[in-house]
């Protein structure tokens, strides 16, 4: 079958990284009885009712930070379902190790879909770098005629609903709203095979699948662990030696993981970093070899197979801006990252960031790791934006109006 293929201005592509997880399934039995919340089949149960539970038809859900409506997409209403499957994180949940096991599952679950939206064509998007997926997964589905395969340029952000949506349908994303504004569902390979356990199969999603990355960890493995599951599981089975940081889902935008937080659904990554919090003095000058950086200055770039270390000291000594533009090159909203923070710093926040686009930003974090001052870009812009909004100074005012369930949705929240 044909595979098309698509790609996006700005952007990064990652090396590779010391603490991949291995492309091999395990079962892991916590020591202790897992009481986690777990989708059951009760009746005639759908797909659409699998994606309620997990939150993914919800006006509200998909990290709607910004926009506060209320309901869920009914089933007429979605024309496009994204099933992302792209690996361009410096970690990631490798899906090769999964669809190898359960491809025919995966198959079942997109049926699954088709029958509870059987107005919505379904686009599958994977890295431009997963030819034996893509091979994998066309023979499944040649047959199938309302599932499309595109390929994504092989570079972050391509995970990001904000920047695939445009890149893949030629749809502008709405500022701080759900994919459901849109009329689409956007989701991930698990998102699926939770689809087909209780669609197909009538079992309880009990499980998801996890993956070990990162340094800090003995053993860098793909889990299949109980929703439910206490980190601390985890981390007394597999996590090293020495004061480890975890991290959930992103190096670049994951949140802080403790102990005491448990596996759920939307858990796909736990990174593990060595605590490292000596100051690196004169840190750009240094050779690099194993230093991932954007800079040429680094012998890393001339060594793009060496395997690259990562501790939790990615920033080293800030020093001022000096306006290299290498924020500004790998930006995929494409904006000047430096402008604005030189604006947020000097707390000149007005009416001019919003004509700057600044709502643009989709908070990928490429702006602070490329920079070579190790300026802390992203949380000023953030700063920003919620300044912009305390003042009234709205991203709603930039908002497509053409979007008829954003539209309608607004008229709720309002209540007009």
């Not at 595979?3 to 590779?16: E, I, L, Q, R």
């Not at 892991?28 to 038809?57: Q, R």
């Not at 949705?409 to 007009?416: D, F, H, I, L």
Request: include cysteine; charge should be negative.
């Amino acid at each position: 079958m044909k595979v098309n293929h698509k790609t996006f201005a700005g952007g990064y592509k990652f090396d590779n990284f010391e603490g991949q997880p291995s492309k091999e399934l395990m079962l892991f039995k916590p020591v202790k009885d897992v009481t986690g919340p777990v989708i059951e089949p009760s009746g005639e149960v759908s797909a659409s009712d699998v994606l309620n539970a997990l939150n993914l038809t919800d006006f509200s859900g998909n990290k709607s930070t910004l926009v506060n409506t209320k309901g869920e997409i009914k089933p007429h209403n979605v024309k496009d379902i994204i099933v992302s499957i792209v690996e361009v994180e410096p970690y990631d949940l490798p899906i090769i190790a999964i669809l190898t096991e359960a491809t025919k599952k995966f198959i079942k679950g997109l049926q699954n879909l088709h029958e509870s939206y059987g107005n919505a064509k379904v686009t599958l998007i994977l890295d431009e770098n997963q030819s034996a997926l893509i091979q994998r997964l066309s023979k499944e589905i040649e047959k199938l005629g309302w599932v499309e395969i595109c390929t994504i340029a092989s570079k972050y952000p391509a995970n990001f609903k904000e920047l695939t949506i445009p890149a893949i349908l030629g749809k502008k994303y709405p500022v701080g709203y759900s994919p459901a504004h849109l009329g689409i569902l956007y989701l991930s390979a698990s998102d699926v095979l939770h689809v087909s356990t209780v669609v197909s199969e009538k079992k309880a999603a009990e499980d998801t699948y996890v993956a070990l990355s990162g340094p800090g960890w003995k053993e860098n493995r793909v889990l299949i662990v109980p929703v439910g599951t206490s980190i601390r599981e985890l981390t007394n089975k597999y996590l090293g030696d020495g004061e480890i940081r975890l991290i959930e889902n992103s190096l670049l935008t994951g949140s802080v993981l403790t102990e005491e937080d448990i596996v759920s659904y939307d858990t796909t990554v736990i990174i593990a970093l060595p605590e490292d919090r000596r100051r690196q003095t004169l840190f750009f000058l240094r050779a690099g070899k194993n230093t991932d950086s954007f800079s040429n200055t680094f012998l890393s770039r001339l060594l793009p197979k060496a395997e690259k270390t990562v501790g939790t000291n990615l920033h080293g000594e800030r020093r001022a801006c000096v306006s290299c533009t290498y924020c500004e090159s790998v930006c995929p909203a494409g904006l000047i990252p430096h402008l604005l923070h030189k604006h947020a710093d000097k707390n000149i926040i007005n009416k001019r960031l919003a004509e700057y686009n600044i709502f643009d930003c989709i908070e990928c974090g490429l702006c602070n790791y490329v920079c070579p001052s190790k300026i802390e870009v992203l949380s000023n812009i953030k700063i920003a934006k919620e300044e912009l909004e305390k003042a009234e100074i709205s991203h709603n005012k930039y908002v497509i109006p053409q979007c008829d369930l954003v539209t309608e949705t607004r008229e709720v929240a309002s209540g007009e």
